[in-house]
């Protein structure tokens, strides 16, 4: 099946292409499944339409059948703590989407549930009994359509006022699969187009337009509406092009995928804090 999809791992079964420009690993254990997949040529990149880099997707059940989240949250702290395993430098969290449209409301949601950090240091932390701890800064910029300002501009600004190390940004995906929806995330160290994954491409945010380095970090939450009429009826519909869909559940499935993310990526980001006083600091 072709058509539109934000997923490295969707486009290795579909697309051909050279086996020394492009490394796969598989791995995990128990219900969740790891796939890391590496851009290393041109030719790769060529092949695949995605910049030369690493592709982590990690897979797992459906989150409204997870009794316990603990084992999914500690991998995709793991997985991002490879990427960036600097446990000190300062970061900042971008939240791209929108929260008027549910299935784009993943990163701002994500993000509200982050602990920020930054302002927090000095004496002024000691007696927090948090001396140590990562400069965290958060952002969740909304959408050109709300603010009038490109969501790349934003986070420029902040980017440039708090110098962090790195830009994490996190994001809805579409997907060519509607069972990867809400049940896979993609955390990538090659950037991240905002709106991309309903055909709104706004500028990249990516370390040759932040000048720092740029994780991201996203969930697919929509296919395409051909995409589905062909999984139903095996033939493609031209007249669905330019439509998405999602699942009937979406209000219930972003917001646990949120703060399944929310918590992996506090425990990333303040990897000396134990989860259990995290929470309670969020």
Same mark, same amino acid.
């Given at each position: /099946?072709?058509?539109?999809?934000?997923?490295?791992? #969707?486009?290795?079964e579909? #697309?051909k292409y050279?086996?020394?420009?492009?490394?796969? #690993?598989?791995?995990?254990?128990?219900d969740?499944?790891?796939?890391?997949?590496?851009?290393?040529?041109?030719?790769?990149e060529? $092949?695949?339409?995605k910049?030369?880099?690493?592709?982590?997707?990690?897979?797992? *059940?459906?989150?409204?059948?997870?009794?316990?989240?603990?084992?999914?949250?500690?991998?995709?702290?793991?997985?991002? $703590?490879?990427? +960036?395993?600097?446990?000190?430098?300062?970061?900042?969290?971008?939240?791209?989407?929108?929260?008027?449209?549910? *299935?784009?409301?993943?990163?701002?949601?994500?993000?509200?549930?982050?602990?920020?950090?930054?302002?927090?240091?000095?004496? +002024?932390a000691? #007696?927090?009994?948090?001396?140590?701890?990562?400069?965290?800064?958060?952002?969740?910029?909304?959408?050109?359509?709300?603010?009038?300002?490109?969501?790349?501009?934003?986070?420029?600004?902040?980017?440039?006022?708090?110098?962090?190390?790195?830009?994490?940004?996190?994001?809805?995906?579409? $997907?060519?699969?509607?069972?990867?929806?809400?049940?896979?995330?993609?955390?990538?160290?090659?950037?991240?187009? *905002?709106?991309?994954?309903?055909?709104?491409?706004?500028?990249?945010?990516?370390?040759?337009?932040?000048?720092?380095?740029?994780? $991201?970090v996203?969930?697919?939450?929509?296919?395409?509406?051909?995409?589905?009429?062909?999984?139903?009826?095996?033939?493609?519909?031209?007249?669905?092009?330019?439509?998405?869909?999602?699942?009937?559940?979406?209000?219930?499935?972003?917001?646990?995928?949120?703060?399944?993310?929310?918590?992996? /990526?506090?425990t990333?980001?303040?990897?000396?804090?134990? *989860?259990d006083?995290?929470?309670?600091?969020?």
């Amino acid at each position: /099946m072709t058509g539109r999809t934000d997923l490295a791992l #969707e486009l290795t079964e579909s #697309e051909k292409y050279p086996e020394d420009g492009v490394l796969i #690993e598989k791995s995990g254990s128990g219900d969740v499944s790891i796939t890391k997949i590496e851009i290393v040529s041109e030719e790769g990149e060529k $092949a695949l339409g995605k910049a030369m880099g690493r592709y982590i997707t990690v897979e797992f *059940p459906p989150v409204t059948r997870i009794a316990d989240c603990k084992e999914l949250e500690k991998c995709l702290a793991k997985t991002l $703590a490879g990427l +960036f395993p600097d446990k000190k430098a300062p970061l900042l969290v971008a939240g791209l989407g929108n929260t008027d449209i549910t *299935p784009d409301a993943v990163g701002p949601l994500t993000a509200g549930r982050l602990l920020a950090t930054r302002h927090i240091n000095g004496q +002024f932390a000691k #007696e927090l009994g948090l001396d140590g701890i990562r400069s965290v800064s958060v952002l969740s910029p909304g959408v050109l359509g709300q603010t009038g300002i490109e969501a790349s501009e934003l986070i420029k600004a902040a980017a440039d006022t708090v110098k962090p190390a790195a830009v994490i940004a996190i994001d809805a995906l579409a $997907a060519r699969s509607t069972e990867r929806l809400f049940t896979t995330v993609q955390i990538c160290d090659t950037g991240i187009s *905002p709106g991309s994954g309903v055909k709104n491409r706004r500028k990249e945010l990516s370390s040759a337009t932040l000048s720092v380095p740029v994780i $991201a970090v996203g969930v697919p939450t929509v296919v395409g509406a051909e995409i589905l009429a062909e999984e139903l009826t095996g033939s493609k519909s031209r007249s669905s092009e330019g439509m998405f869909v999602t699942p009937k559940d979406v209000d219930m499935l972003t917001d646990r995928i949120s703060g399944i993310l929310a918590r992996a /990526m506090n425990t990333f980001l303040q990897p000396g804090i134990e *989860p259990d006083i995290l929470s309670g600091l969020v």
